[in-house]
């Protein structure tokens, strides 16, 4: 295929993109207020899930504490009723130092327990306040759900012939021509890979082309790209874009200056001849 036909294609290409990105912009702000809104729920969602998990490790753990309490308190009845029956004080001395530890055991494990029983208090209240959030984010995403679904039902069909336009025209363009013109345009902010030379300038970004680079663009021979933004440039005309051409003014007549001293010299004469006649 002659290059004047890539670049023909390739800038066929880039309006249909650009129509499809009208659609796009049609939507506004609703696509990204929806993905943020389910973002938000999702990450709720995990942070909830992830305090029951805490609350059960908590819960397990209380009951651990609450298993060595018990048998804390095994082990007081069982020396309290040994140190009624001791032979000597070294035997009463040994019985009182666990009576000590095993009632230290459970004050420690009780005191285990309540701050458990805190803070699983305190993670239950955050539950409650994340649910209820979420119930107001699923609100508030159904409602932005409803009206960007109206908007894509509006313009679905657009949209659609113009995808299928896009992929016709791919399929005419090389690869490595299409994967260049689409890193230009993902790198681009208004999205355009491509445009035409405007006013001796660079439709992109609006930087004067030397004269030279500007007669290589309207040879139509190579992919030339704008020095200072990288977009691919193309020939207005090639374009499909009338451009106005200068009005060229036509040169004034001068009255030649022999003419004008010729003149100034008669007019200076003609005192003198009065004078003498």
């Known amino acids: 295929m002659p290059m004047e036909d890539k670049l023909k294609n390739l800038y066929l290409l880039q309006t249909t993109l650009s129509e499809i990105d009208k659609i796009k912009q049609l ?19 995990t942070r909830v899930s992830k305090m029951e998990e805490e609350i059960a490790a908590l819960e397990a753990e209380s009951k651990k504490n609450k298993g060595i309490i018990e048998q804390a308190q095994l082990a007081i009845n069982r020396y309290n009723e040994q140190i009624n029956n001791v032979a000597n004080n070294r035997e ?23 701050e458990a029983t805190a803070k699983i208090h305190e993670k239950k209240e955050l539950i409650d306040a994340c649910q209820k959030t979420i119930a107001e984010r699923t609100s508030d995403l159904d409602v932005k759900k409803a009206e960007l679904e109206d908007i894509v ?43 035409y030379v405007q006013r001796d300038s660079c439709g992109g970004c609006f930087n004067k082309i030397p004269p030279q680079r500007q007669l290589d663009i309207r040879m139509r021979k190579k992919v030339i790209v704008c ?41 200076a004469e003609q005192p003198e001849e009065a004078v003498e006649a």
């Open 153 to 195: 039902a509006e313009t679905r069909m657009e949209e659609e012939k113009l995808r299928e336009k896009s992929k016709g025209i791919e399929a005419t363009i090389e690869p490595r021509l299409l994967a260049s013109f689409k890193r230009i345009r993902h790198n681009s902010r208004n999205g355009l890979g491509m445009v």
């Open 92 to 114: 009463y001395d040994l019985l009182k130092k666990e009576l000590e530890f095993q009632e230290l055991e459970v004050k420690v494990q009780q005191k285990h327990i309540d």
């Open 227 to 267: 020095e200072y933004c990288g977009r691919i440039l193309i020939d207005p005309e090639l374009a499909g874009m009338q451009t106005d051409k200068p009005v060229e003014e036509k040169p004034k007549r001068k009255r030649s200056t022999t003419k004008k001293a010729a003149t100034a010299k008669k007019a």
């Open 27 to 45: 939507r506004g702000e609703l696509p990204l207020e929806v993905q943020d809104l389910e973002d938000e729920i999702a990450g709720l969602t």
